[in-house]
């Protein structure tokens, strides 16, 4: 099969929390990070619907002064796989 990835993607395992208006903050963890997102692992996955603009996150990795506005473009039983959006600086207001 041939690869579709525009980015490599490299295994990882970092604590992030994902913040959204609507289902408020969601802890969980970084299974792989390419240039052009990561997969975030959930105990508990939000109903979103990707593609219909309630699936925009600002995710924040636990161990970085730093904010990501990121939507989500695939949705599965542990978790949500984001894209990257914009970088946003740590002045940012969470909703």
Do not use: W
């Not at 990882?12 to 975030?40: C, E, K, N, Q, W």
């Not at 593609?51 to 542990?78: H, Q, S, V, Y």
């Amino acid at each position: 099969m041939h690869e579709r990835r525009l980015h490599p993607r490299q295994r990882l395992d970092a604590r992030v929390r994902l913040y959204h208006p609507v289902h408020g903050t969601l802890d969980g963890r970084i299974r792989d990070l390419s240039g052009g997102g990561m997969f975030v692992t959930l105990e508990r996955v939000p109903d979103i619907h990707p593609g219909n603009g309630d699936g925009r996150f600002l995710c924040k990795p636990m161990n970085m002064d730093a904010l990501f506005d990121m939507a989500c473009i695939r949705l599965t039983e542990d978790g949500l796989a984001l894209a990257f959006l914009e970088q946003l600086d740590s002045s940012a207001t969470l909703h």
